[in-house]
């Protein structure tokens, strides 16, 4: 028979003076018609004639729920962990083991969904969807001032689109094709 440690000890003399009062705990409890045998949630059970630590080590002692694989608390349910915890955390968004990975972006976590909190650099969210992360690869030129050269100078998405190319005669058809002419002014049509 081994000998229980010093804490071990304590809890069993504490359980065991609980159950004799009639008080259940979260340790064990006292089995119906028998006040000398005491359950474990597990099924288990101790019939008070030993001392023996290794009765305690399936007991479950309750603690905080945490995604884990393990019931914390003691409910029979694992990693059902509280509202809080799978509301806002990245690695358990909207349910244990749940990790927000998204595509070119650093992950938030919101009500439980996963969000773009920013895009990594040269990176941009163009659909304002979590699926796809920063889907949209432009490096921002001309100080982000929309010019007509053929480029996404702001990275909306969209390429020289403050320039009417219908109708500018500075930009007739394309970008710095001007309507010029000798002694008199061009129009675009």
């Known amino acids: 028979m081994t000998r229980p440690t010093p804490l071990r000890g304590i809890c069993l003399v504490l359980a065991a003076a609980l159950a004799a009062q009639g008080c259940e705990n979260n340790l064990f409890h006292v089995q119906s018609g028998d006040p000398g045998r005491y359950e474990f949630p597990d099924g288990g059970a101790w019939d008070g004639a030993t001392s023996d ?5 399936d007991a479950c002692v309750p603690s905080e729920e945490v995604c884990d694989g393990v019931d914390n608390d003691c409910n029979g349910v694992v990693d059902d962990a509280p509202a809080q915890v799978v509301a806002s955390d990245v690695r358990h968004c909207g349910a244990c083991g749940n990790l927000c990975d998204l595509p070119n972006a650093w992950p938030m976590c919101v009500g439980g969904e996963c969000q773009v909190e920013i895009c990594f650099p040269g990176f941009w969210d163009r659909d304002a969807s979590p699926l796809n992360g920063c889907e949209y690869a432009c490096s921002v030129t001309n100080n982000g001032l929309e010019v007509c050269d053929g ?3 702001d990275c909306d998405g969209q390429v020289d689109e403050d320039f009417d190319l219908d109708t ?3 930009h007739c058809g394309q970008c710095f094709k001007a309507c010029n002419f000798f002694h008199a002014e061009g129009a675009c049509v």
């Open 151 to 153: 480029e996404d100078n």
């Open 53 to 57: 630590a290794s009765v305690v080590a």
């Open 168 to 170: 500018n005669p500075l």
